[in-house]
């Protein structure tokens, strides 16, 4: 069984940075396409950024030129790096296979984004 674990959350002021981590056990990131996805009070959950075995990134519009999606398989772990936080970036963070979820989903990281 397949078992992700988010980590890297926080609290943060407006135009700040936090870098998530997603680390798995039972499969290999390796040879599969990953994503990061999030969900915000009251609203569904959605796919921000994912990330392909041969290193093809795609981002919804609104995180574009703020997040980088990467990956280091030798850790089994992919990675979101957050900058220029907004208020409207509070949400809880998952990890999942991109850009449709196949794992059963992690308990995910709370990030707020809040002065």
């Known amino acids: 069984q397949v078992q992700v674990v988010e980590s890297g959350g926080g609290l943060v002021q407006p135009g700040g940075s936090l870098r998530l981590s997603c680390t798995g056990s039972?499969?290999?990131?390796?040879?599969?396409?990953m994503g990061w996805y999030r969900q915000a009070p009251g609203k569904q959950r959605e796919l921000v950024a994912s990330?392909?075995?041969?290193?093809?990134?795609t981002y919804v519009d609104s995180v574009k030129g703020r997040f980088t999606i990467s990956r280091d398989n030798s850790k089994n772990t992919i990675y979101l790096q957050m900058n220029r936080l907004k208020p409207e970036d509070t949400a809880v963070y998952y990890c999942?296979?991109?850009?449709?979820?196949?794992?059963?989903w992690g308990q995910g990281t709370q990030v707020t984004v809040s002065s």
């Open positions: 999942n296979t991109g850009p449709r979820a196949v794992f059963s």
């Open positions: 039972g499969a290999r990131f390796s040879f599969t396409s």
């Open positions: 990330d392909t075995p041969g290193g093809t990134t």
